[in-house]
Nanobody
């Protein structure tokens, strides 16, 4: 069992930045950020593994940066140049070394003037 906890959501204006953090109760193999906007399906926006390989959705490429601490327990999402369409609940997903995935409870990000 891996506990996953997100933090850092909030209300920002368009063009501003925000950092999300995701802490896990033990080291994991891979982590990712998903988001779900009202009325839309949950989508993967950024992923990273212990080899520091990253992957981004086209919608956030160049604006968002994913990183992982060396202890492989904490992941961050630096979000720059935020847009109203980035408004969503952001979820952290973590995969342990057995290939089992675990979800966090989500954190709300609202981009509005």
């Amino acid at each position: 069992q891996v506990n996953v906890v997100e933090s850092g959501g909030g209300l920002v204006q368009p063009g501003e930045s925000l950092i999300l953090a995701c802490a896990t109760s033990r080291s994991v193999f891979a982590m990712a950020w998903y988001r779900q906007a009202p009325g839309k399906q949950r989508e993967m926006i950024a992923a990273i593994n212990t080899e520091r390989r990253t992957d981004y959705a086209d919608s956030v490429k160049g604006r968002f940066t994913i990183s992982m601490d060396s202890d492989q327990n904490t992941m961050y999402l630096q979000m720059n140049s935020l847009k109203p369409e980035d408004t969503a609940v952001y979820y952290c997903w973590a995969q342990n070394h057995l290939g089992i995935g675990f979800w966090g409870q989500g954190t709300q990000v609202t981009v509005s003037s």
